[in-house]
């Protein structure tokens, strides 16, 4: 079975109840094609080849979320309203005012809604028990709000809060310059490796890890300059490959796992224990090195969702 979490935005989560409650929750809540007029149409459809909502691994559940959203560029709205304006001028002789102007946009997204197709993410979200790690394997931080809007809609009761790490880039800035000095335990079980990424200003540059040794002078350089972490690559015990964001967000994640061509070890309850194991515990040892506080995301409310890019 492929991989299933190559990136991720990571939630504490308290859902309050099992698979069960889950499933009869997002039952309820089952996706629904959007209507003419409608603009975006979020819901939930089982995930793998399960037949309830909410599909079980060791210690946790998986979900999936279905969004369908219209991209009308903006250009295209402007000018559609600019010319029922210039209509209302050359016929009645008046300039519409700002009121007016904005039923007139209303009516030309209704009209362009119409007749603009949707653009569909489904995007599958994993929970595990032990944790009350909620992944959402993306790094759109505007799709993972619509999702975890709709997931708190759809309960009522779901809580999570954003797992939100002190300064990233000061963090991984400071442990890249003590690395640089010669410091191997600066950033504890992982190992950099890949690329990092730093930026000053407008300024940026990319340094490849295998050869960050042998660039230590430039790199103290780039430090003393004022230049700060953006992203770096990391390997968590030899076994998980990933890119570590500013913002806190997994990117390219990859297993040591190679993908079994048997049956059982295939299933999707198999490659999701494996998975969520391994980023649970990336997470665990990520927020144990860099600090951590806690900002509420939701509590049994809607959080202030964006449009998904």
Known sequence: MKQIIKSAIVYKADFGMDATGLHNKLADNYFQECAPAQMRSVGFLPPGESCSMAAEFKDGFAFRVRIDEKKIPASVIKRKVDETVERVKKNDGRTPGK???????????????????????????????????????????????????????????????????????????????????????AFGVFQPCSEAALQQGDRKIGIKMGSLRGAET????????????????????????????????????????????????????????????????????????????????????????????
């Open 99 to 185: 009121k007016e102007r904005a039923e007139i946009k209303e009516e030309v997204m209704l009209e362009l809604a119409a007749q603009a197709f949707p653009v569909t993410a489904i995007i599958t979200c994993f929970y595990q028990q032990t944790t009350g790690y909620l992944i959402v394997p993306t790094t759109s931080k505007k799709l993972s709000d619509i999702i975890v809007s709709a997931l708190v809609q759809a309960t009522g009761s779901v809580k999570t809060e954003t797992i939100h790490v002190s300064d990233v880039k000061h963090g991984l800035t400071t442990r890249l310059k003590a690395w640089s000095e010669g410091d191997d335990d």
């Open 218 to 309: 430039g790199i103290k350089e780039a430090l003393a300059a004022s230049f700060e972490v953006m992203s770096m690559g990391f390997t968590h015990d030899g076994e998980t490959e990933f890119r570590l964001t500013k913002d806190f967000r997994l990117k390219g994640i990859e297993f040591a796992h190679t993908d079994s061509e048997d049956e059982e070890e295939a299933s999707f309850y198999a490659q999701a224990t494996l998975e969520v194991d391994a980023v649970s515990a990336v997470i665990t040892d990520l927020v144990d090195m860099i600090g951590h506080g806690k900002e509420e995301a939701a509590q049994g409310e809607e959080p202030a969702g964006e449009a998904a890019e």
